[in-house]
């Protein structure tokens, strides 16, 4: 039988060290479901009921093995729904690629049903490569160059295929004048400073009485340098969200997260220190770093274009932050004075107490500070952890304290509702025997969280260990954007907009064949979290926790306390609920465990 141009892009992606494709199929890629059956013992094809799920899990494949995800959807709708997927992977600088069907050539121009201009509709979020095929002997190239591109500039890139080009006989390209002839295989160079520049920027640490250092995900292979360093210079070490798992919450110096998810201890750090050291991360938010003029400043960075953008530094090192610090650590001068450093363990000691403390206080529901709290002790040493976004990221940054060995991942830059259920399973697809734990909210639950269960349910009996736990945060209310209304603009909740209908997700995950939890009383928490733990197949557990407790910033600004202040005396529903709440959590800013 003649090989197919879709079973020749099957086979090349299998060369490519490509393993497993999520998607949905359709019309438009009827030509590459035939060769995906013909090579299904090369590359598995994950059948993923909804497009944007797929992008999301090819998203989360690349952030936590560091390789291409792939992702494939039909043409027309199927490949509009990949498109916010895409988006996070391209903010948070993640290499996947998108395979995606067309209408047949002939119909192309002619408003055929289901013709959109795919190659328009990408052109920005696939901005580095996307390109349509029309000629058999275009697939070897379009192929080799999506996956280089998409590898070198850690981006999306796009393949389209007309439907009618997947089924023609696949033909090399002949050696002629206007053809490629493209080859295999890619190596990420090591990338260094100069000497002159690596000097300028020891001078600058080394001058320095209060360093201040901010990690992100572009420093974890760098956890042992990014240690070392922090030692000679006496230095605290923030961590922007997606930098969580880099280095472990147990350590003294480090102050957890940066922002308005973030602790005070990192707030008090960065308004204190004289000298900013930031390593690997896009951080965005401004006003959670020193005040221009206050720090001098060094960043390192794999991406020039990522230089000196967020804060004006001084010395700007274009590098791999692993490689840069090893061959700056040699230059560092340990600072014999620690007491900056005293200063700042003192601050993180208080500040666990504080959390704690907040976790404990309670009122008729649960609090979900406490669910996180109690979560955090019973982790899996190995698990990996997957938050949305919304309030459960608020808990997930503050709350759990990361452990040496454990992974864990969000929509950093795009903070897209949605992810944490999709990234979960592309861990679970990724690592078949370590625990993946999506922390989750009912919101993102009830948009295409509970979808993903789905997907759960139809492959847990093949996973070796069927570990995977799903926590849904039930406060039937869109928290995170409700307390946005309430602070930022004054306004009390709009309940029209905010509340959300009561779904049984437990009762659904067993209707699913899954274990399902459903925890009601602050005294069950612990009970039930162990009976998750234990479980030998997927499980859900969904706790009924409290809106009114606030996710508060580790700074106030006038501007939000006048919000605060605004809404509270403009009737909001829950006004009672969340004076009591907020009394609670300050008295344990100013006396923990009281």
Same mark, same amino acid.
């Given at each position: 039988?003649?090989q197919?141009t879709?079973?020749?892009?099957?086979?090349r992606?299998?060369?490519?060290?490509?393993?497993?494709? !999520?998607?949905? =199929?359709g019309?438009?890629?009827?030509?590459?479901?035939?060769?995906?059956?013909?090579?299904?013992d090369?590359v598995?094809?994950i059948?993923?009921?909804?497009?944007?799920?797929a992008?999301? &899990?090819a998203?989360g494949?690349?952030?936590?093995?560091?390789e291409?995800g792939?992702?494939?959807?039909?043409?027309?709708?199927?490949?509009?729904?990949?498109?916010n997927?895409l988006?996070? /992977?391209?903010?948070?600088?993640?290499?996947?690629?998108?395979?995606?069907?067309?209408?047949?050539?002939?119909?192309?121009?002619?408003?055929?049903?289901?013709?959109?201009?795919?190659?328009?509709?990408?052109?920005?979020?696939?901005?580095?490569?996307?390109?349509?095929?029309?000629?058999?002997?275009?697939i070897?190239?379009?192929?080799d160059?999506?996956?280089?591109?998409?590898?070198?500039?850690?981006?999306?890139?796009?393949?389209?295929?007309?439907?009618?080009?997947q089924?023609?006989?696949?033909?090399e390209?002949?050696?002629?004048h206007?053809t490629?002839?493209?080859?295999m295989?890619?190596?990420?160079?090591?990338?260094i400073?100069?000497?002159? @520049?690596?000097?300028?920027?020891?001078?600058i640490?080394?001058?320095?009485?209060?360093?201040?250092?901010?990690?992100? /995900?572009g420093?974890?292979?760098?956890?042992?340098?990014?240690?070392?360093?922090?030692?000679?210079?006496?230095?605290?070490?923030?961590?922007?969200?997606?930098?969580?798992?880099?280095?472990?919450?147990?350590?003294?110096?480090?102050?957890g997260?940066?922002g308005?998810l973030?602790?005070?201890?990192?707030? @008090?750090? &960065?308004?204190?220190? @004289?000298?900013?050291?930031?390593?690997?991360?896009?951080?965005? !938010?401004?006003?959670?770093?020193?005040?221009?003029?206050?720090?001098? /400043?060094?960043?390192?960075?794999?991406?020039?274009?990522?230089?000196?953008?967020?804060?004006?530094?001084?010395?700007?090192?274009?590098?791999?932050?692993?490689?840069?610090?090893?061959?700056l650590?040699?230059?560092?001068k340990r600072k014999?004075?620690?007491?900056?450093?005293?200063?700042?363990?003192?601050?993180?000691?208080?500040?666990?107490?504080?959390?704690?403390?907040?976790?404990?206080?309670?009122?008729?529901?649960?609090?979900?500070?406490r669910?996180?709290?109690?979560l955090?002790?019973?982790? =899996?040493?190995?698990?990996?952890?997957t938050?949305d976004?919304g309030?459960s990221?608020n808990?997930?940054?503050?709350?759990?304290?990361?452990r040496?060995?454990?992974?864990?991942?969000?929509?950093?830059?795009?903070?897209?509702?949605?992810?944490?259920?999709? !990234? /979960?399973?592309?861990?679970?697809?990724?690592?078949? @025997?370590?625990?993946?734990i999506?922390?989750?909210?009912d919101g993102?639950?009830?948009?295409?969280?509970?979808?993903g269960?789905?997907t759960?349910?139809?492959?847990?009996?093949?996973w070796?260990?069927?570990?995977?736990?799903?926590?849904?945060?039930?406060?039937?209310?869109?928290?995170?954007?409700?307390?946005?209304?309430?602070?930022?603009?004054?306004?009390?909740?709009?309940e029209?907009?905010?509340?959300?209908?009561?779904?049984?997700y437990?009762t !659904?995950?067993?209707?699913?064949?899954?274990?399902g939890?459903?925890?009601?009383k602050?005294?069950?928490?612990?009970?039930?979290?162990?009976?998750?733990?234990?479980?030998?197949?997927?499980?859900?557990?969904e706790?009924?926790?409290d809106?009114?407790?606030?996710?508060?910033?580790?700074h106030?600004?006038?501007k939000?306390a006048q919000g605060?202040m605004?809404f509270?005396?403009k009737?909001?529903?829950d006004?009672?609920?969340?004076?009591?709440?907020?009394?609670?959590q300050?008295?344990?800013?100013?006396?923990?465990?009281k």
């Amino acid at each position: 039988m003649a090989q197919t141009t879709s079973d020749y892009l099957i086979s090349r992606l299998y060369e490519w060290g490509i393993k497993r494709i !999520y998607g949905y =199929p359709g019309d438009g890629i009827n030509g590459l479901m035939g060769a995906l059956r013909r090579q299904e013992d090369k590359v598995e094809f994950i059948q993923v009921p909804h497009e944007e799920n797929a992008a999301f &899990m090819a998203c989360g494949h690349a952030k936590f093995t560091g390789e291409v995800g792939i992702c494939m959807a039909t043409s027309g709708p199927g490949a509009i729904h990949l498109l916010n997927g895409l988006y996070d /992977a391209k903010m948070d600088h993640q290499p996947v690629v998108a395979i995606i069907g067309q209408q047949a050539r002939a119909a192309l121009g002619g408003s055929y049903q289901q013709e959109v201009e795919l190659t328009n509709l990408f052109k920005d979020v696939a901005h580095e490569y996307v390109q349509m095929a029309t000629q058999p002997e275009q697939i070897r190239h379009i192929v080799d160059r999506a996956i280089r591109i998409a590898k070198t500039e850690r981006t999306v890139t796009c393949i389209i295929l007309p439907n009618d080009l997947q089924e023609i006989e696949y033909a090399e390209p002949p050696r002629a004048h206007g053809t490629i002839h493209s080859g295999m295989g890619y190596s990420k160079p090591v990338i260094i400073p100069e000497a002159i @520049d690596l000097q300028k920027a020891a001078d600058i640490l080394n001058s320095g009485k209060k360093v201040a250092m901010l990690i992100g /995900a572009g420093a974890w292979n760098a956890a042992d340098e990014v240690l070392e360093a922090a030692e000679l210079l006496g230095a605290g070490i923030a961590k922007a969200l997606l930098g969580k798992s880099v280095l472990p919450d147990d350590l003294p110096f480090v102050t957890g997260s940066i922002g308005l998810l973030g602790t005070k201890p990192s707030w @008090d750090l &960065m308004s204190d220190c @004289d000298t900013l050291f930031m390593i690997g991360s896009s951080f965005p !938010y401004s006003e959670f770093l020193p005040k221009e003029g206050q720090a001098k /400043a060094v960043q390192i960075d794999i991406d020039g274009k990522m230089l000196s953008i967020r804060y004006p530094m001084d010395v700007n090192l274009h590098g791999d932050s692993k490689e840069t610090l090893k061959a700056l650590i040699p230059l560092l001068k340990r600072k014999e004075d620690r007491s900056w450093r005293k200063e700042i363990e003192d601050n993180v000691a208080t500040w666990w107490k504080v959390l704690e403390g907040r976790a404990m206080t309670h009122g008729d529901l649960i609090n979900p500070q406490r669910v996180f709290w109690e979560l955090s002790k019973v982790l =899996p040493a190995n698990c990996i952890l997957t938050s949305d976004s919304g309030s459960s990221a608020n808990w997930f940054a503050r709350d759990i304290k990361i452990r040496k060995g454990m992974m864990s991942s969000l929509s950093g830059n795009l903070a897209t509702m949605c992810p944490g259920v999709p !990234y /979960a399973i592309a861990a679970k697809f990724a690592y078949p @025997d370590r625990m993946p734990i999506a922390l989750v909210g009912d919101g993102a639950m009830q948009m295409l969280g509970n979808n993903g269960l789905i997907t759960i349910s139809k492959y847990w009996k093949k996973w070796s260990d069927p570990r995977i736990m799903i926590l849904v945060l039930n406060n039937k209310d869109l928290n995170q954007v409700t307390w946005e209304q309430r602070v930022m603009e004054g306004d009390p909740k709009f309940e029209a907009s905010q509340e959300l209908i009561d779904f049984p997700y437990a009762t !659904y995950a067993q209707m699913l064949g899954m274990e399902g939890i459903k925890i009601e009383k602050t005294e069950d928490i612990a009970e039930g979290l162990s009976r998750a733990m234990s479980a030998r197949r997927p499980v859900l557990v969904e706790v009924v926790t409290d809106p009114s407790v606030a996710p508060l910033p580790p700074h106030i600004s006038f501007k939000q306390a006048q919000g605060f202040m605004s809404f509270i005396t403009k009737g909001d529903p829950d006004t009672w609920d969340i004076i009591k709440d907020t009394y609670h959590q300050a008295i344990q800013s100013i006396l923990p465990g009281k």
